[in-house]
């Protein structure tokens, strides 16, 4: 297999090689994103979520935002190449009922994350050996009887 007839391109997903490095990102579909959800100008943030204390819990009004769209792309990035921001994706996929503002506030979070980052990828090298892929869980959730 020749690199000359390896695609740059596939489902979305760019494709770089170099040297024995494969970087896999989604930049034109997170600038796709952005500028759907206008958000493209966001001051960028350097993390995709907060930590919400109780004092900013009253914020809770019911609200109109295509929430669920919004996290079905999301959930994409981070099924594909962006696995840095899926808990703060699944976090707010957990209000898809009935979003209220704090949650799509923590949804934009995301986006203006995104904005910094839209570079981002996974990165795999190849290495000379055979290397083993390892590992942990906490199968007994933490000693939890």
Do not use: W
Request: glycine content about 4%.
């Amino acid at each position: 297999m020749t690199i000359s007839n390896s695609p740059d391109k596939f489902l979305g997903i760019q494709i770089k090689r170099q040297h024995g490095i494969l970087f896999l990102n989604q930049e034109s579909y997170v600038k796709k994103i952005l500028e759907k959800f206008r958000m493209e100008d966001a001051k960028p943030v350097t993390t995709p979520m907060e930590v919400v204390t109780d004092d900013e819990s009253n914020d809770q009004i019911k609200i109109k935002y295509p929430y669920l769209e919004l996290i079905g792309n999301l959930m994409y990035l981070t099924n594909k190449t962006r696995p840095d921001i899926s808990y703060a994706v699944n976090f707010c996929s957990r209000r898809m009922e009935e979003p209220k503002t704090r949650d799509v506030k923590n949804l934009k979070r995301i986006l203006i994350y995104l904005v910094s980052s839209k570079e981002d990828g996974i990165c795999f090298r190849k290495t000379s050996e055979c290397e083993k892929l390892i590992a942990y869980c906490d199968a007994d959730f933490a000693g939890d009887v």
